[in-house]
């Protein structure tokens, strides 16, 4: 009997250090986008590793990417490991797009992401609108803008007021 409560502890304790959730997915900013804009495209790992293969993106221009990031932590020993493939990219056409599932290859099995559409509309103006990072992002650069402090100014000379010096009489 305390061999059988021993096995089934054992395995207990092994399940739930391997059952951590664990994901692959495709996270798109916005599922619309104008004609001469771009989207951004983020496949996220979490609790997994492996080869990954991006899909050929047939319909789309890749403006950058892919860019790379990971993070690992550990908290009441409670680990979690993120790694993230991003892509910047703009539609050739107007129309629905599709992005094709990517994948991801490891020793226990292959994981296929979703695939997603996304409509893009003609853009007569040609308005140029800036994709805002989500705030979940891990790392995140954005340039200053012309309001900003951290751009230099052009310094403006001191004028220094003389200082009258007083004189007393002896």
Known sequence: ??????????????????????SFELNI???????????????????????????EFKDWDIVSGPNTSSMFSMVNGNTTKQSSYT??????????????????FNDIDTLETV??????????DGKIIEPVQQPNDMFHFSFPDEKSDFLPRERKPNKKKKKKLKTRKL
């Open 29 to 55: 900013q916005s599922d619309t986008v104008l004609m001469g804009n771009y989207i951004i495209a983020k496949f996220s790992l979490i609790n997994t590793d492996g080869d990954f293969e991006a899909p």
């Open 115 to 124: 695939p997603q559409t996304v409509l893009v509309l003609p853009n007569p």
């Open 87 to 104: 892509y910047y990219l703009k539609p050739k056409k107007e129309g629905e797009l599709l992005i094709e599932p990517a994948y991801l």
């Open 1 to 22: 009997m305390k061999n059988i409560l021993f096995f089934l502890g054992l395995v207990l304790s092994i399940n739930l250090g391997i059952g951590q959730n664990k």
